[in-house]
């Protein structure tokens, strides 16, 4: 492991078998305007214990450090991505690219295929505001769907450049599902804030077509 001196605490949970809820009729969709548009599930894995306890303790979690300006700072989370033929680390995350692929075919007409996971160790640990610009979704719709697990941490949402338009806080815990659709990551940024309440770790599983990042 390359994340620090990151050590988990041993995971308690119920041996109880993870299982997807439906999403057809479940997800709510919150138009945001400018062709933006977020779908939110909460509780979608239900028995989410065991895949917590698992993306914490076997993913070979990486510490990154990025440019800014003339300094390298160290990113507040630790990052591991998982390309198109890479097997996922746990079964129930492959069942779930595999059934969003399916509900959102007509309207994204492509699979879901890379999986980029966050580990925020603590409060501490944050996102800040971006889209999802480093590929095609720079100049094309798409979508960014994230299943969360462990501590409950709110995804806020903002106009791009501080304009008029909704600014919507989605609280997502643990086996929630959220989808950002549309021009959300041209339009719109998001972003998960630093908090100062002593929070668990939390796993965030982004699923997302080819060349979108
Ligand atoms: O942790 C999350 O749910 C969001 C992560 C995110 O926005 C990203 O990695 O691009
Ligand atoms: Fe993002």
Redesign the pocket.
């Known amino acids: 492991m390359t994340g620090g001196e990151y050590q988990p605490a041993l995971l308690e949970f119920e041996s109880v078998q993870p299982r997807l809820g439906p999403l057809a009729g479940q997800l709510v969709r919150h138009q945001l305007g400018c062709g933006a548009w977020v779908d939110h599930l909460p509780g979608w894995v239900s028995g989410a214990d065991e895949v917590l306890a698992t993306l914490v303790a076997e993913v070979s979690w990486r510490a990154e450090r990025r440019r800014m300006y003339d300094d390298e700072v160290v990113v507040p989370r630790l990052l591991r991505w998982y390309g198109r033929d890479e097997p996922l680390p746990h079964p129930v995350l492959t069942e779930a690219r595999r059934q969003l692929t399916e509900h959102y075919a007509a309207e994204l007409g492509e699979p879901f295929v890379t999986a ?1 996971m966050c580990l925020y160790r603590d409060g501490r640990d944050s ?1 800040a505001w ?3 610009t480093h590929g095609r979704s720079a100049r094309v719709d798409t979508m ?1 769907a ?1 299943v969360a697990f462990g501590a409950a941490r709110p995804l806020l949402v903002r106009p791009r450049g501080g304009g008029d338009g909704p600014r919507p806080k989605f609280p997502l815990g643990h086996g929630d599902l959220l989808v ?1 659709g549309g021009s959300c ?1 041209r339009t719109f940024e ?2 998960i804030p630093k908090t100062s309440q002593s929070v668990g770790p939390r796993v965030s599983v ?1 699923f997302r077509p080819a060349g979108v990042a």
Request: glycine share 16%.
């Open positions: 980029g996102v971006h889209g999802d960014v994230i950002m990551q998001h972003a982004q």
